[in-house]
């Protein structure tokens, strides 16, 4: 009797549909989590929408309206076009230069504590100055052109770089080193098999800031030095005071900066998802 009704009980025990009291709970606060942020923005935008409207901003500050209608109008051209593909690729030139220099660097200094020992007061002082301080020399040297964009943009790409690499070789536990060392493993086995896959997180967060870094840097050069791209139709705008269309290139700006840190975090969630800082952090 009791054989023929346990399987009863367990396919009843298996129909019944298994609910946390606290899911709903849980639900709603994954929605406000989504929801808020846009509501802050867009109730922000609408504050600032009001205040320009009713002259409490000064006219150099258009409505949000007029900004989004100026944008309109100025992203389907070919002028526009033009100038977001001339900067974007003084961003991924100058951001390559600036991860092989970094990387390497970082990986030299981390390999060699001597190294880093004889040097770091000196790579401290030079990571705190901001790349565009070494504009005016530049320019003095190579001119107003796309090159000047690259080298700046690597300068402020390199520190980020070089240091988060430099952290993850130092971080590396000495159990894993002295570990490799027992099995035999030469040094090009051990840079492929230990300190390359220690030290991905962090170039891969390295890359993230140091993309950042490279598209303010090239904006501002082109603002400064009227280099072709976005940075140059801004100052051009505001000179001749077309102020919508000028703060929406900047929106632009900003934009690609979410897109490419959205882009580069996605990247790296999809090739570190073997990490167990991955697994756990990127729920």
Do not use: C
């Amino acid at each position: 009797m009791t054989s023929a009704l346990t399987p009863r009980a367990g396919v009843r025990a298996a129909a019944l549909p298994s609910t946390s009291p606290d899911a709903g709970p849980e639900r709603g606060r994954r929605a406000l989590v989504v929801v808020l942020p846009w509501a802050t923005t867009v109730a922000l935008l609408a504050v600032s929408e009001v205040l320009s409207r009713t002259g409490v901003l000064p006219e150099e500050i258009p409505p949000v309206t007029d900004v989004l209608a100026a944008g309109w109008q100025l992203v389907p051209t070919a002028k526009f076009a033009t100038s977001l593909v001339v900067t974007l690729v003084q961003v991924a030139v100058g951001l390559v230069i600036g991860v092989v220099v970094g990387v390497a660097a970082g990986l030299a200094l981390g390999s060699v504590p001597l190294l880093y020992r004889l040097t770091h007061h000196v790579l401290d002082f030079f990571r705190f100055i901001p790349a565009i301080v070494y504009l005016p020399v530049v320019v003095l040297l190579m001119g107003a052109t796309p090159w000047t964009a690259f080298l700046l943009a690597a300068l402020g790409t390199v520190w980020p770089m070089l240091f988060q690499t430099y952290y993850g070789v130092a971080g590396i536990s000495t159990v894993l080193s002295d570990t490799a060392r027992v099995f035999g493993l030469r040094r090009h086995q051990r840079l492929a098999h230990v300190v390359l896959p220690a030290v991905s997180p962090f170039v891969a967060t390295g890359l993230r800031i140091s993309a950042a870094h490279a598209l303010v840097v090239v904006v501002a050069v082109q603002l400064i030095t009227a280099i072709p791209g976005l940075g140059r139709d801004i100052a051009v705008y505001a000179a001749n005071a077309v102020y919508p269309r000028m703060y929406a290139l900047v929106a632009v700006v900003g934009l690609v900066g979410v897109a490419l840190n959205a882009v580069l975090a996605a990247v790296e969630r999809r090739s570190l998802h073997w990490h167990s800082a991955y697994r756990e952090g990127w729920t």
